[in-house]
């Protein structure tokens, strides 16, 4: 019984903590928002290699499960919904643990679009379930066009499931685009965030 119960803790420790947040733990997050059972922070972490790198944490109750929350996640018609602020958004299923997902960003001008490919894989562990993803070089919904593409994001969606509610967590690390002013992008990217999110409870909340 006790090297079950061990082995359940270590790999709940696996699947909520990545080398960065373990690495950077003494780094405290700043909390930019906070309302209706919401949290936005944020933080600078230095990845491998000494990269400077900006950590968004987005938390927030969600009064539904983890199969439902998952299900939003990958649908492509809900994702619409939910993402807001996006031009465009696609999601490819590959399998039952495994989806791709697509979105066009819009910024203001003079800025242009940038599009980002995620690849996602989804892990349990009791009560927790984690979607870890990684941006990915892919033509599949961009074939023949011209935008630019992010890259090097990685984060993690962490659903921890209660009696009536789940705690819905989401993690994104992403190296500045030295193109993009960090006084144009703060603002759009904390606003934007803010709403979408919220939109995302609605939609999972009014299944």
Not at 23 to 35: G, Q, Y
Not at 53 to 61: A, D, K, P, Y
Not at 111 to 118: A, F, H, I, M
Not at 139 to 148: A, C, M
């Amino acid at each position: 019984m006790l090297i079950v119960f061990t082995v359940s803790l270590l790999l709940r420790w696996l699947l909520f903590n990545s080398p960065e947040s373990t690495k950077n733990e003494e780094e405290t997050f700043s909390i930019i928002k906070k309302e209706k059972q919401m949290e936005l922070a944020e933080r600078w972490i230095h990845l491998d290699g000494n990269i400077s790198s900006r950590e968004i944490r987005m938390v927030m109750m969600v009064s539904a499960g983890h199969s439902r929350i998952l299900e939003v996640l990958r649908d492509e018609e809900k994702g619409k919904q939910w993402n807001i602020n996006a031009k465009r958004f696609h999601v490819e299923n590959k399998d039952a643990l495994s989806w791709l997902s697509f979105v066009e960003y819009q910024f203001p001008f003079p800025l242009s679009n940038r599009g980002c490919y995620l690849n996602h894989q989804a892990q349990f562990a009791g009560n927790l379930t984690v979607v870890r993803f990684t941006s990915g070089e892919s033509d599949l919904f961009t074939k023949g066009q011209k935008l630019d593409i992010i890259n090097g994001i990685q984060g993690k969606w962490v659903i921890e499931e209660f009696d009536d509610f789940s705690r819905l967590s989401y993690h994104v690390i992403s190296v500045p685009d030295r193109s993009l002013p960090k006084w144009v992008v703060d603002p759009i990217v904390r606003k934007n965030l803010w709403a979408t999110m919220e939109r995302l409870k609605t939609t999972i909340e009014s299944i």
